[in-house]
């Protein structure tokens, strides 16, 4: 039984002892919700049971008793990975390597995400983490893979060795409507040239992936890791057509005018392949 069936059923049980005329009952309604009517409902004790708890209404009570509370273990390995501490990570995972792919939230961050989420800009981490994490693992609030963060920083030597360990390259769906090419060129108005070179390289045998599925990718995606491709003359269209995002998401851009002012500008200025 949940915590919130729980605070339904001691909701119930409080009103049951009203009716029965427990003055006990009414004294303790009286203190919690002093404006409760006469003859209160059973959203009238879920009213005074969430004040009583400090909240201020049920919605919040029931908000509270819906969202897990992460364990000890998980934020101390989320903090770990955040950090860069991979003898951290490793020496958690040790005693806890069931919470490797848990998501939970730190401080200053929006979204729960998993360790290789907060690590992923850590080398070392990552390394520690992908002897034993899932890479395609989204995160709550972007719909993100780990190696979507990765790309949108630049990150090339991590967003290969995400591949390596069949992470997904393309990586759509998430909210932004911007796949991971998508994250390295558009998003907040970036262009990490040489992860959408790379990125771009592997679109040459997409078919090929789709079918492998990923999981057994990894020759593929070594044989074009260094595989030179120009960029230099991409237009909005191109990336479209690239799989920044989909034709069908096309229209999307339109609410983000500055993603493509920047591919304009700064195209004619990229090194060629």
């Given at each position: 039984?949940t ?17 029965g ?100 800009h ?7 983490l ?17 190696i ?31 796949d ?7 998003f ?16 040459r ?7 492998s ?10 044989r074009?890791?260094t ?32 993603c ?13 392949g």
């Amino acid at each position: 039984m949940t915590s919130l069936d729980n605070l339904r059923k001691t909701a119930k049980r409080w009103l049951k002892a009203l009716r029965g005329g427990d003055r006990a009952a009414f004294e303790r309604l009286r203190r919690a919700y002093p404006g409760a009517p006469a003859s209160p409902s059973l959203r009238d004790l879920q009213h005074a049971l969430a004040r009583e708890r400090g909240f201020d209404n049920w919605t919040a009570l029931k908000a509270s008793a819906e969202t897990p509370t992460p364990r000890a273990g998980l934020s101390a390995l989320l903090a770990a990975a955040d950090r860069g501490d991979a003898a951290a990570v490793a020496a958690i995972l040790d005693k806890e390597p069931e919470i490797v792919n848990e998501r939970g939230l730190l401080p200053g961050h929006t979204g729960l995400r998993t360790a290789l989420h907060f690590g992923v800009h850590h080398e070392a981490v990552v390394r520690e983490l992908l002897s034993r994490a899932d890479p395609s693992i989204r995160d709550e609030g972007d719909n993100a893979y780990p190696i979507h963060f990765a790309a949108e920083r630049g990150e090339l030597p991590i967003v290969k060795l995400l591949i390596e360990h069949s992470a997904d390259p393309i990586g759509a769906g998430t909210t932004h409507l911007l796949d991971v090419l998508g994250w390295a060129v558009c998003f907040n108005n970036i262009m990490q040239v040489e992860v959408a070179r790379y990125l771009s390289s592997m679109e040459r045998d997409t078919r090929y992936c789709r079918r492998s599925r990923w999981a057994t990718s990894m020759p593929f995606s070594r044989r074009h890791a260094t595989a030179p491709i120009s960029i230099s003359g991409w237009t909005p269209r191109t990336i479209v057509r690239r799989r920044c995002i989909s034709p069908s998401q096309e229209a999307a851009t339109n609410r983000s005018p500055r993603c493509w002012t920047s591919v304009r500008t700064r195209t004619s200025r990229m090194p060629q392949g």
